[in-house]
């Protein structure tokens, strides 16, 4: 299964500043995800990146906020913008397994907006 | 009603025990469905795929059951480092839906 690198850990940062979040995979796949999970809440899709078209966002998510970048088929970023502190939780990358074996995941970002 | 419902715990059981708990979900075209493990703030970490025949791996055992629309995890002679966080997550054509998850304490 694929394995993905997800930068930076965890980070601390002032409200109104932005935050770049990168996920890298050791092999091609179509479709990544971003993910939000707030603590003791499930994961939320916040949109699906594919390569070479714009993502598409999951209802309450828009692109001025959560801006992603898909250069190519092994990476992504996704950006949290004009932070505040209602964006403090984990933001995770995801990709499909092959066959009918479920999704792996990023280690996580663990952010905290002050 | 939510998509797919998780009873939140925490489920205490003693160290050998036998636990099982279950995942229901409302969209009856659902296609795929798998149980991840989640360790307090690590990422979730798939477990184990669910087949409509029920599947086992090791101690765990999962079932399906179609009818009454919803999913099993059995874990028998449950370890210390059975502790964690068990989200059961449904697929439908890449629709990715997650429950809240089930939390598990193994005690001493």
């Known amino acids: 299964s694929a394995v993905i690198s997800q930068k930076p850990s965890r980070d601390i940062c002032q409200r109104g500043t932005s935050l770049t979040i990168q996920c890298q995979v050791d092999?091609?796949?179509?479709?990544m995800f971003w993910y939000r999970q707030q603590p003791g809440q499930s994961l939320t899709l916040i949109a699906t990146?594919?390569?070479?078209?714009?993502?598409?966002?999951e209802s309450g998510f828009v692109i001025d906020k959560f801006p992603i970048s898909r250069p190519n088929l092994t990476f992504s970023t996704l950006t949290v913008s004009n932070m505040s502190p209602e964006d403090s939780s984990i933001y995770l990358c995801?990709?499909?397994?092959?066959?009918?074996?479920?999704?792996?995941f990023g280690s996580g970002t663990r952010l905290t907006v002050v | 009603r939510k998509e797919v419902e998780q009873d939140p715990g925490p489920f205490n059981v003693p160290e050998g025990a036998t636990v099982a708990f279950n995942c229901t979900y409302s969209?009856?075209?659902?296609?795929?469905f798998f149980w991840y493990r989640q360790d307090c703030r690590k990422e979730p970490k798939l477990l184990m795929s669910?087949?409509?025949?029920?599947n086992e791996d090791g101690r765990f055992t999962a079932q399906l059951n179609r009818a009454s629309q919803y999913i099993s995890l059995l874990i028998r002679d449950s370890k210390l480092s059975d502790s964690a966080t068990y989200l059961c997550?449904?697929?439908?054509?890449?629709?990715?839906?997650w429950g809240a998850g089930t939390k598990l304490i193994i005690k001493p």
């Open positions: 092999s091609q796949v179509t479709m």
């Open positions: 990146a594919n390569q070479g078209s714009e993502a598409t966002y």
């Open positions: 669910v087949y409509s025949s029920g």
């Open positions: 997550v449904v697929d439908s054509n890449y629709q990715l839906i």
């Open positions: 995801s990709v499909r397994r092959m066959g009918n074996y479920g999704y792996t």
């Open positions: 969209n009856s075209a659902s296609q795929s």
